[in-house]
């Protein structure tokens, strides 16, 4: 069972950047697509990027395409996810979470987080604030 724990959430002025970081254990994360979501106070969970940590295809929402990026470091045991330009409407809980896939999607596809039930490990979120 993989376990995910996330880290890096804070307060931060508009214009500035926090970098989270999502640490993986239990199994080796190129079995799944690895997924970052946020909730906001009132809103319904959203999807925010994804990785295919195998091939390190990775994929964004639109919302935040340009300045978030998502990346794993070489030992595949922590996803990041780089947020610059951050703005009052990135305040939310931050989620990372795992979603099982088949060798074929994983070296051929592209991850997707659409639909978070597809998602069946997660982390406990993080905290991020931006205000002034």
């Known amino acids: 069972q993989l376990q995910l724990v996330e880290s890096g959430g804070g307060l931060v002025q508009p214009g500035g950047s926090l970098r989270l970081s999502c640490a993986v254990s239990g199994d080796t994360m190129d079995y799944y697509y690895i997924g970052w979501f946020r909730r906001a106070p009132g809103k319904e969970r959203e999807g925010v990027a994804c990785i295919s940590s195998s091939v390190g295809s990775t994929n964004y929402a639109d919302s935040v395409q340009g300045r978030f990026t998502i990346s794993r470091d070489n030992a595949k045991t922590t996803v990041y996810l780089q947020m610059n330009n951050l703005g009052p409407e990135d305040t939310a809980v931050y989620y990372c979470?795992?979603?099982?896939?088949?060798?074929?999607?994983?070296?051929?596809?592209?991850?997707?987080?659409?639909?978070?039930?597809?998602?069946?490990?997660w982390g406990q979120g993080t905290q991020v604030t931006v205000s002034s």
């Open positions: 979470a795992a979603d099982p896939r088949s060798t074929h999607e994983l070296l051929f596809g592209q991850c997707v987080f659409a639909d978070p039930a597809d998602y069946d490990a």
